[in-house]
Structures are given as C-alpha cells and as structure tokens.
C-alpha cells in the first residue's frame, strides 16, 4: 500500500501513546494498519486483514513504519 504524504506527516508526527490507523473497511479496503508510538524511539505496527490480525511488528523510526506499510 502506497501512503500518501499526508499519512507520512501523520506517522512521524505522532506523540508517545498516540495512534493512527490507515486502510480498513470503512475507506474500502479490507486491509488495515494501526501505528502505535509506544515510546521515543520504538513504533508498533499491526497489520489487520478485516477483523483477523495477520501480525504485529516492532520498529525504531517512523521511516521503518512507512517502509513496513508500503511493502506489505
């Protein structure tokens, strides 16, 4: 999924315990990515597939996060 520059902004500008979610069945996709900064330096990812969570990785930069989204 290609991310636009808009939800690029969005993901390096989140706050610590902030979250956002693109995709999902509501913008007509059935898959489905929620970001989490859970600290500083660490970002949680998990890649959803409806209601079926398919994964949940760990990374350290928002350029790791738009790399994850637009290669899976």
């Known amino acids: 999924m290609l991310l636009s520059e808009v939800e690029k902004k ?27 900064k859970v600290s500083d330096v660490e970002y949680k990812v ?3 597939d409806l209601m079926i969570r398919l ?11 738009i790399d994850f989204i637009e290669t899976n």
């Open 10 to 36: 969005t993901i390096e500008s989140l706050h610590t315990g902030e979250s956002y979610t693109i995709g999902g069945v509501a913008m007509g996709q059935n898959k489905r990515y929620e970001v989490q």
């Open 46 to 48: 998990g890649v959803y």
């Open 55 to 65: 994964g949940v990785d760990y990374v350290k930069s928002p350029i790791e996060v």
